[in-house]
């Protein structure tokens, strides 16, 4: 639903208009890690939290919020100034208020993922995307222009942590405990500093791309990246939010832990890639049929990071093992690393172009995929070569998929029938292969969606 919204709002808006949002979205993330300051992930990992940890995070939770609020409030006027666009200082002013209203929901919000209770959530978020996203096309109809995606955002953010009180049985006293602020500070803290350097490396480029280029190419690439990360949140989402707090529960029993995430890394890249492969095939047509011709730029920068989503996996799955053994010391140096780096990529690329920007993400994760895996090992015995084992099979499908695919793409000059009919045959044969050869990730993927659906009967 978040996506058709994107979609409609994209048809109506300009890209200049979603790349000055994309301008704030630095400042926004790293002030939200402030306000978190890494006690959510505590809360999540601690598997003996009380109901005093609980009050006493909500509490600084949203005391920070307000001081970081009044913060940004006052450097707006900076923030417009140095990417010369005046309606930053009022965008600003009016779309952090979203740091307030998160803080007031992130603690109901962390019972639910503790219970395991995605249901609940997922009715939460798919209303309030819903009620947003009416918001959103609403105000854009009727020439709002960029205000339309803040009406938007705040929408979705009042109605998210609305619902989360309203169907939440926990609910802050009026008590705070130093004791229980120390405890979850030690582990908090080195998150805080790994979670600022992440909303950096995550946010960097754009403010790189949106200060020497220009709103419209940032509006383009912000595309592209949402068009690749859209598969990654929904198939690996899922998997990192189930497997965080299941995998707490065994983090003292190596084999459990290294079998979990054996699983996990399967099931998740058998279903990636092929999705990312599928992207690099049909992105021209995907972008013509949904977005229309003005968004053609986002083409090349779309497959080029489908290269990257193929990585993800290893990524996410290597620094949730750091997580999950409680190393995130060994999480921050590999964001000190991963910010040199981008500085690095910076400096060469962005005198030729955001495209040889974008290449050099793809290089820079490779790089890091062996660095990640080689801090993992030091906690996990988890190799390089074991884990390229473990999905050897789902590449050497997924390349048969492509090639197949590739050829389908070229027999329609039509980009509707080319979209859906090379997508149809991909999936048939992907699925084929999968149950006459009887694949393991296959099989596993059958017997969860059958145990899921017994449960539910």
Do not use: C
């Not at 790349?19 to 890690?33: M, N, S, Y």
């Not at 068009?227 to 983090?251: D, R």
Request: hydrophobic letters at 55%; zero cysteines; proline letters at 2%.
């Amino acid at each position: 639903m978040l996506f058709i919204i994107g979609i409609i709002l994209a048809r109506i808006l300009s890209p200049a208009e979603f790349g000055l949002i994309g301008l704030l979205a630095l400042f926004i993330a790293v002030a939200q890690e402030f306000v978190d300051s890494g006690f959510s992930t505590s809360l999540i990992r601690n598997k003996d939290a009380k109901d005093i940890d609980f009050t006493t995070i909500f509490w600084f939770n949203l005391t920070v919020s307000v001081i970081v609020y009044l913060i940004l409030f006052s450097f707006a006027g900076f923030i417009a100034s140095f990417y010369d666009e005046p309606i930053l200082k009022n965008l600003t002013r009016v779309l952090t208020i979203n740091l307030i209203i998160n803080a007031l929901g992130s603690t109901q919000r962390i019972h639910y993922i503790r219970k395991i209770d995605f249901k609940t959530q997922a009715k939460v978020n798919l209303f309030a995307i819903i009620i947003g996203g009416v918001v959103g096309i609403a105000m854009a109809l009727n020439g709002f222009g960029v205000w339309a995606l803040v009406g938007k955002n705040l929408t979705q953010t009042i109605i998210i942590n609305g619902l989360f009180w309203f169907y939440s049985s926990w609910y802050p006293t009026f008590d705070f405990s130093i004791a229980a602020f120390k405890e979850n500070f030690k582990f908090g803290s080195k998150l805080l500093m790994s979670g600022l350097l992440s909303s950096v490396t995550n946010h960097f480029y754009s403010l790189i791309i949106g200060k020497a280029f220009s709103p419209e190419s940032l509006g383009y690439y912000n595309r592209a990246k949402q068009f690749q990360e859209l598969p990654v949140a929904t198939i690996q989402g899922v998997g990192i939010n189930v497997l965080f707090p299941v995998m707490s529960k065994v983090q003292d029993d190596i084999q459990k832990l290294k079998f979990g995430y054996r699983t996990f890394l399967k099931i998740i890249t058998y279903l990636l890639t092929p999705v990312m492969f599928a992207i690099i095939i049909l992105a021209e047509p995907i972008v013509l049929i949904l977005l229309t011709d003005k968004w053609l730029p986002v083409v090349p920068m779309l497959q080029i990071l489908a290269i990257n989503g193929m990585l993800t996996p290893f990524h996410s799955i290597n620094v949730n093992v750091l997580l999950v053994k409680g190393r995130s010391d060994l999480v921050l140096y590999l964001d000190i690393m991963k910010i040199i780096a981008m500085f690095i990529n910076v400096a060469i690329s962005v005198q030729i172009g955001v495209l040889a920007l974008v290449w050099g993400i793809v290089i820079q994760s490779v790089i890091f995929l062996f660095i990640n895996i080689h801090f993992s090992y030091k906690v996990f015995k988890y190799n390089l070569l074991e884990q390229l084992n473990d999905v050897k099979t789902t590449f050497f499908v997924s390349f048969i998929l492509f090639v197949s695919m590739f050829l389908l793409s070229n027999l329609f000059e039509n980009n509707l029938y080319t979209m859906v009919l090379t997508l149809v045959g991909g999936s048939v044969l992907y699925l084929s292969i999968g149950y006459f050869f009887k694949l393991n990730e296959f099989l596993e993927i059958k017997r969860l969606i059958f145990s899921l659906l017994s449960k539910r009967k």
